[in-house]
């Protein structure tokens, strides 16, 4: 099964699954892969994803924005639930891996790659044939399991080591290594380029041997969900700009920032907030 599919080049490519988020709501369009291909459209790339999903909510949100699409009888599909003691997580459904294979031939040299999984649906290297200017990994899909209830917990990065040394830059949270120093420390030592994000507090990122703190704008906080993502697509795409890990931080801090001052998708920035971000990094 293949949805809205365009042979057409991209600059940005992100595999990972597109999810349902249950939310007091109602179902929402959630995952790794709507945020950052939506970040990357607003910041002016042409995008595209790939990915493995059920029929369960319509796409209209990604109008535009290519998806090629693996069979799948449902979505993956996440319920946070929030309490005292912080967010408990289930993952209610599970789609089935995703085959790169389907990824279309003229994809394979998009400028930047970013493998995006959220349960475990993505191998953490490019097969041959593919050859971004830039691969960006967010691994938290690959640092968690969950219980026969669905039940969410931290688990080990099997890959990490190899993988961390392949990619251009990676991303991920604090929160998705349990606030683990030493393991984020392992990470760095591994990796050529490491941000790790820290919600309200910014970001840090190692480099070379050297490691940089960004705080966060003071901003008024309605939904953080999909702030890292925006994030790590905003990152990356500014990292390639520029080659300067230290101006693609305070970049992606100013624009994850203004994500989380509206609902869901609808925080993704604008053009004119962009340029706004951009302003002020160059100030």
Same mark, same amino acid.
């Given at each position: 099964?293949?949805?809205?599919?365009?042979?057409?080049?991209?600059?940005?490519?992100?595999?990972?699954?597109?999810?349902?988020?249950?939310?007091?709501?109602?179902?929402?369009?959630?995952?790794?892969?709507?945020?950052?291909?939506?970040?990357?459209?607003?910041?002016?790339?042409?995008?595209?994803?790939?990915?493995?999903?059920? =029929?369960?909510?319509?796409?209209? +949100?990604?109008?535009?924005?290519? !998806?090629?699409?693996?069979?799948?009888?449902?979505?993956?599909?996440?319920?946070?639930?929030?309490?005292?003691?912080?967010?408990?997580?289930?993952?209610?459904?599970?789609?089935?891996?995703? =085959? #790169?294979?389907? *990824?279309?031939?003229?994809?394979?040299?998009?400028?930047?790659?970013?493998?995006?999984?959220?349960?475990?649906? *993505?191998?953490?290297?490019?097969?041959?044939?593919?050859?971004?200017?830039?691969?960006?990994?967010?691994?938290?899909?690959?640092?968690? $399991?969950?219980?026969?209830?669905?039940? !969410?917990?931290?688990?080990?990065?099997?890959?990490?080591? =190899?993988?961390?040394?392949? $990619?251009?830059?990676?991303?991920?949270?604090?929160?998705?290594?349990?606030?683990?120093?030493?393991?984020?420390?392992?990470? $760095?030592?591994?990796?050529?380029? #490491?941000?790790?994000?820290?919600?309200?507090?910014?970001?840090?990122?190692?480099?070379?041997?050297?490691?940089?703190?960004?705080?966060?704008?003071?901003?008024?906080?309605?939904?953080?969900?999909?702030?890292?993502? *925006?994030?790590?697509?905003?990152?990356?795409?500014?990292?390639?700009?520029?080659?300067?890990?230290?101006? +693609?931080?305070?970049? +992606?801090?100013?624009? $994850?920032?203004?994500?989380?001052?509206?609902?869901?998708?609808?925080?993704?920035?604008?053009?004119?907030?962009?340029?706004?971000?951009?302003?002020? *990094?160059?100030?």
């Amino acid at each position: 099964m293949f949805e809205m599919v365009s042979l057409e080049p991209v600059d940005y490519l992100v595999i990972g699954h597109i999810t349902v988020d249950l939310t007091p709501a109602g179902p929402a369009l959630g995952g790794s892969a709507v945020y950052s291909a939506l970040t990357a459209r607003a910041l002016g790339l042409r995008a595209g994803i790939v990915t493995a999903r059920g =029929n369960e909510i319509p796409l209209n +949100a990604l109008e535009g924005i290519p !998806v090629v699409c693996g069979e799948a009888p449902a979505s993956t599909t996440f319920e946070n639930l929030y309490t005292p003691g912080g967010r408990v997580q289930y993952i209610r459904q599970v789609a089935p891996a995703i =085959n #790169l294979d389907i *990824v279309p031939e003229a994809w394979r040299r998009a400028r930047i790659i970013h493998l995006a999984p959220v349960a475990q649906e *993505v191998p953490a290297s490019l097969p041959s044939g593919f050859r971004p200017a830039l691969l960006g990994l967010t691994p938290q899909g690959w640092m968690r $399991a969950w219980d026969k209830t669905g039940l !969410v917990y931290p688990c080990a990065w099997q890959e990490a080591e =190899n993988a961390l040394r392949e $990619a251009g830059a990676v991303v991920f949270s604090v929160e998705d290594v349990g606030g683990d120093e030493e393991r984020i420390e392992q990470y $760095a030592h591994f990796g050529r380029l #490491l941000a790790v994000t820290e919600g309200i507090a910014g970001a840090r990122v190692f480099w070379h041997g050297d490691s940089r703190r960004f705080r966060a704008p003071k901003v008024d906080e309605v939904d953080a969900t999909g702030a890292g993502d *925006v994030f790590a697509a905003a990152f990356f795409i500014r990292l390639l700009e520029t080659r300067d890990p230290w101006e +693609a931080a305070r970049f +992606a801090n100013r624009v $994850a920032a203004i994500s989380v001052t509206r609902p869901g998708i609808q925080g993704i920035p604008t053009a004119s907030e962009i340029q706004a971000c951009l302003m002020e *990094v160059l100030d």
